[in-house]
């Protein structure tokens, strides 16, 4: 008779649906990232049609398509990953936790640093001189081309990443999950038993 599989702890089961969470909100993200692109770049076009340097408005646009399309292709690979590691969890694999807790420390200080770029971007005062005027100018038109709420959005998501990551960390570390992620032996088929066929009388 076949040893039953111990139970999967209800720690390890919310872990694994927050990881799979945070990669469908992420690959959400990204994918309504490039649905606005095309509408972000229009608006901050014709709100720079008066600016003289033409070449740094393309250079806006080059860099904000740019970084869209890259944001959207690291949201899936790293979706992929949480998915990954989610199914590693639920199936208890030596290891699993380990590469969890990784990516969780560097979830958390990508959220974090996200964060504080959004509070730098949107409290610190611009202190430019004649030759800078212009790159406040296509700054400020670009934050205003995104749509409503945009750059809040951006800041919530930021947050809500961090506590996820640190969520899933603490979860990771309590001693319930301890017995799910020892590494049990592999269970290998009992030897075959051949009847004894007995020799005959000469």
């Known amino acids: ?15 694994a649906g927050l990881l799979v969470t945070m990669a469908t909100v992420g690959g959400a993200y990204a994918v309504a ?20 340097d033409r070449g740094a408005v393309d250079g806006v646009v080059t860099l904000v398509r740019t970084a869209t399309v890259l944001t959207a292709v690291l949201a899936v690979a790293v979706g992929a990953l949480l998915v990954a590691l989610a199914l590693g969890l639920l199936a208890g694999r030596a290891g699993v936790r380990v590469a969890a807790w990784v990516v969780c420390g560097l979830g958390l ?30 700054l400020n038109a670009l934050t205003d081309a995104y749509p ?16 996820g990551y640190l969520v899933v960390a603490v979860l990771l570390a309590l001693p ?10 592999v269970s290998r088929p009992a030897p075959r038993q051949f009847p004894a066929h007995p020799v005959p009388p000469r």
Do not use: K, Y
């Open 148 to 163: 409503n709420g945009w750059i809040a959005l951006n800041a919530g998501l930021s947050v809500g990443q961090a506590l």
């Open 176 to 185: 319930s999950v301890n017995a799910h992620h020892r590494q049990r032996p």
């Open 1 to 15: 008779m076949s040893e039953q599989p111990p139970r999967r702890p209800p720690v390890v089961r919310f872990a």
């Open 109 to 138: 200080l990508a959220g974090c640093g996200a964060l504080a770029l959004v509070f730098v971007q949107r409290s610190t005062p611009f202190r430019l001189d004649a030759d800078e005027r212009t790159a406040a100018v296509l």
């Open 33 to 52: 990232g490039l649905l606005t692109l095309d509408g972000t770049v229009a608006r901050f076009r014709s709100a720079t049609t008066d600016a003289p």
